[in-house]
């Protein structure tokens, strides 16, 4: 029942745009633990067993004779060498060594033996407890490692499903929101125009990869570049066919100006992309090439994601509530009440970084509470902007640390004292 009545809160499209991402971000988190996880496991492992990376894998017997007959051995040598005497003279070889091929043979039969002693001790020692442990063991590294290996596939997945609901709810970043039948043409057809340009130049882009002679990793990535563009393009085209109601739209906002605004932001980019790629370089696959680039650090933008996802659900919680639940009794003035909030926030921020996180988790309600408190609505907007952004400037923030890596002219105390400094002002 209570499955049933968590499937009914949302509509089968919205399942068909929110699961896959659900599903191929729970993949991401899996993957990144399992590599901490299976290192923790290797340490028990070698707790439990000595030397447990020897029992990671059976060892097979060796296929040499630990107890050969010498005499035997050094009969063959001996008759061998006999073979070869009409070409002594040509190489000048030496003649055959009874003494030291005897003294090899029994160093070939100790190695032998040292070889068939460690494989029984390992064949004792693999017990049913060490089977099920490291099957356990190298299911968790098979796992991370299969992660490891499609987070390219990963990655370029959740920007297609996500990029193909965004377009079906008109939710691109563009200067001005659909609003109009008129903005929705106008807005739909770029859209049309720069995803087909994206698809042609991934279809160059993959051509160009398996005409040349380099082996070509990652094939999945060029096929699913070209299926994405081709969703993107055909959910153009059914919005064009098809387009929504629109209703009490104010006649004067229904301009050609302002359609021209509701065109997303990626499809200018495209389009400027595709002018110099196209009639400049006359390069066909350079958008789709930079474009790719893109997957080279697929694990930092997962992660990106990973954290706007955690902003979210914190936003569904209650703990910026009870946060500034804990400041009303002291009934404080809007000026105080924002300076206090953005020191409350700049702490998170400055230890996480994530400052995307703090906005999206505590920015709706930071301005509900100043404008709640009284403040202006110029003075809600900037301290609520300001919470997620003050705090990237602190210590111990991680991003200033990779600017002082990346810049060799500056250290992180310098950049830390200029950022107490910026933040007080």
Same mark, same amino acid.
């Given at each position: 029942?209570?499955?049933?009545?968590?499937?009914?809160?949302?509509?089968?499209?919205?399942?068909?745009?929110?699961?896959?991402?659900?599903?191929?971000?729970?993949?991401?988190?899996?993957?990144?633990?399992?590599?901490?996880?299976?290192?923790?496991?290797?340490?028990?492992?070698?707790?439990?067993?000595?030397?447990?990376?020897?029992?990671?894998?059976?060892?097979?017997?060796?296929?040499?004779?630990?107890?050969?007959?010498?005499?035997?051995?050094?009969?063959?040598?001996?008759?061998?060498?006999?073979?070869?005497?009409?070409?002594?003279?040509?190489?000048?070889?030496?003649?055959? /060594?009874?003494?030291?091929?005897?003294?090899?043979?029994? /160093?070939?039969?100790?190695?032998?033996?040292?070889?068939?002693?460690?494989?029984?001790?390992?064949?004792?020692?693999?017990? !049913?407890?060490?089977?099920?442990?490291?099957?356990?063991?190298?299911?968790? +590294?098979?796992?991370?490692?299969?992660?490891?290996?499609?987070?390219?596939?990963?990655?370029?997945? @959740?920007?297609?499903?996500?990029?193909?609901?965004?377009?079906?709810?008109?939710?691109?970043?563009?200067?001005?929101?659909?609003? @109009?039948?008129?903005?929705?043409?106008?807005?739909?057809?770029?859209?049309?125009?720069?995803?087909?340009?994206?698809?042609?130049?991934?279809?160059?882009?993959?051509?160009?990869?398996?005409?040349?002679?380099?082996?070509?990793?990652?094939? &999945?990535?060029?096929?699913?570049?070209?299926?994405?563009?081709?969703?993107?393009?055909?959910? /153009?085209?059914?919005?064009?066919?098809?387009?929504?109601?629109?209703?009490?739209?104010?006649?004067?906002?229904?301009?050609?100006?302002?359609?021209?605004?509701?065109?997303?932001?990626?499809?200018?980019?495209?389009?400027?992309?595709?002018?110099?790629?196209?009639?400049?370089?006359?390069?066909?696959?350079?958008?789709?090439?930079?474009?790719?680039?893109?997957?080279?650090?697929?694990?930092?933008?997962?992660?990106?994601?990973?954290?706007?996802?955690?902003?979210?659900?914190?936003?569904?919680?209650?703990?910026?509530?009870?946060?500034?639940?804990?400041?009303?009794?002291?009934?404080?003035?809007?000026?105080?009440?924002?300076?206090?909030?953005?020191?409350?926030?700049?702490?998170?921020?400055?230890? @996480?970084?994530?400052?995307?996180?703090?906005?999206? +988790?505590?920015?709706?309600?930071?301005? &509900?509470?100043?404008?709640?408190?009284?403040?202006?609505?110029?003075?809600?907007?900037?301290?609520?902007?300001?919470?997620? !952004?003050?705090?990237?400037?602190?210590?111990?923030?991680?991003?200033?640390?990779?600017?002082?890596?990346?810049?060799?002219?500056?250290?992180?105390?310098?950049?830390?004292?200029?950022?107490?400094?910026?933040?007080?002002?």
């Amino acid at each position: 029942m209570i499955l049933q009545d968590i499937i009914k809160l949302r509509s089968c499209r919205e399942w068909l745009s929110t699961l896959p991402v659900f599903l191929l971000l729970i993949a991401v988190i899996i993957a990144g633990n399992s590599e901490l996880i299976h290192a923790r496991l290797l340490n028990v492992g070698e707790a439990l067993w000595h030397d447990y990376f020897v029992l990671r894998a059976d060892m097979p017997t060796p296929d040499c004779n630990p107890d050969p007959d010498l005499a035997a051995e050094l009969n063959r040598l001996e008759a061998e060498s006999s073979t070869v005497e009409e070409l002594a003279d040509l190489f000048e070889a030496e003649p055959f /060594n009874r003494q030291a091929a005897q003294i090899s043979l029994q /160093n070939s039969r100790r190695l032998c033996q040292e070889k068939h002693n460690l494989a029984g001790k390992n064949q004792a020692r693999v017990t !049913s407890a060490v089977i099920i442990f490291r099957t356990l063991e190298t299911s968790v +590294a098979g796992i991370s490692l299969f992660a490891l290996e499609k987070q390219r596939m990963i990655l370029i997945l @959740t920007i297609f499903i996500c990029a193909v609901t965004c377009t079906f709810k008109q939710h691109h970043i563009a200067f001005r929101p659909v609003i @109009t039948k008129r903005e929705h043409i106008v807005s739909t057809l770029a859209q049309l125009l720069g995803n087909v340009v994206l698809l042609l130049s991934a279809d160059s882009y993959r051509n160009s990869i398996y005409q040349s002679a380099t082996v070509v990793d990652h094939p &999945e990535i060029y096929l699913l570049l070209i299926v994405g563009f081709a969703c993107l393009s055909a959910t /153009n085209l059914y919005q064009l066919i098809k387009p929504p109601q629109y209703h009490g739209a104010h006649k004067s906002s229904d301009t050609l100006l302002h359609a021209i605004l509701s065109i997303p932001l990626y499809i200018y980019m495209s389009f400027f992309v595709a002018c110099y790629f196209f009639f400049i370089e006359h390069h066909q696959a350079g958008p789709a090439i930079f474009f790719s680039l893109l997957f080279d650090q697929a694990g930092l933008f997962l992660n990106i994601g990973l954290y706007i996802w955690v902003g979210m659900l914190l936003k569904r919680t209650q703990l910026g509530d009870l946060v500034f639940k804990t400041f009303i009794p002291w009934r404080m003035s809007p000026e105080i009440l924002a300076f206090v909030a953005l020191i409350v926030m700049a702490v998170p921020t400055a230890y @996480t970084g994530a400052s995307g996180i703090i906005i999206i +988790a505590m920015g709706a309600i930071v301005y &509900e509470e100043l404008r709640r408190a009284g403040a202006r609505r110029q003075l809600a907007l900037a301290a609520t902007a300001m919470t997620g !952004s003050a705090g990237v400037v602190l210590r111990p923030c991680l991003l200033v640390v990779l600017i002082a890596a990346l810049n060799k002219e500056v250290v992180t105390d310098q950049l830390f004292s200029w950022g107490v400094k910026t933040f007080m002002t």
